[in-house]
């Protein structure tokens, strides 16, 4: 083999041992980054844990001083949601209640498992036995506050005071619908105006 190919293949084959040598010791580090990135993710809580209320529509079953048994859908996953709700307060035959209502409200995270729930509703309490009927009618509004504690992701706890307006107008179904005590205004002879601080407690899904 001539002399100047003895050299080129000498130079080519130096390359290419200088070229592994320079490759190879970066195989480990690239290992050694791919575990930490593997450690690092592996310490966080996965994403779920994170969440306050995942999903876009929620559940709510409470008591109040309005009536026993509550339920409410919640409709939006941000900071803010529709609510429908409804309520009954078993009784006897002439005390024994439903009500209605809806409201829009705000969602505030608080901490990791701590959020708070704004909302303002409005709706009409009726009775069982033949509701819609009779000379009068009613609005009843709520101002309400809800702490919640998350226990599980789609689980909470809630408790907080709400603040209530009752108007009546005509006969009155009930002569008031809390068990709180509560100031009363006349505006007119056959009207009638409530309010009251209450308290509510529940469960959200």
Not at 23 to 32: H, I, M, S, T, Y
Not at 68 to 92: D, I, M, Q, R, S
Not at 171 to 191: C, H, I, L, N, Y
Request: charged share 15%; proline share 7%; aromatic share 8%.
């Amino acid at each position: 083999m001539k002399p100047c190919a003895l050299l080129a293949l000498s130079l080519w084959a130096g390359a290419a041992t200088a070229g592994v040598r320079a490759v190879r010791p970066l195989a480990p580090l690239e290992e050694g980054t791919v575990a930490l990135a593997q450690q690092a993710g592996e310490t966080d809580p996965p994403p779920e844990q994170y969440g306050l209320r995942k999903g876009n529509v929620h559940m709510e079953m409470w008591a109040s001083d309005i009536q026993l048994a509550n339920l409410a859908v919640k409709v939006g996953g941000g900071p803010f949601y529709l609510t429908l709700l409804a309520g009954l307060e078993p009784g006897g035959h002439d005390d024994a209640r439903f009500s209605f209502g809806l409201g829009l409200g705000g969602h505030i995270v608080v901490s990791h498992r701590f959020w708070v729930d704004l909302d303002v509703t409005g709706g009409a309490v009726q009775p069982v036995q033949k509701p819609l009927e009779g000379d009068g009618g009613n609005v009843l509004g709520q101002a309400r506050v809800m702490v919640g504690f998350q226990i599980l992701p789609r689980l909470a706890v809630f408790a907080g005071p709400t603040y209530n307006l009752w108007f009546v107008w005509g006969q009155p179904d009930f002569a008031t619908v809390t068990r709180m005590s509560v100031s009363e205004s006349r505006p007119k002879a056959d009207q009638r105006l409530q309010h009251w601080p209450g308290l509510q407690v529940g469960l959200h899904f």
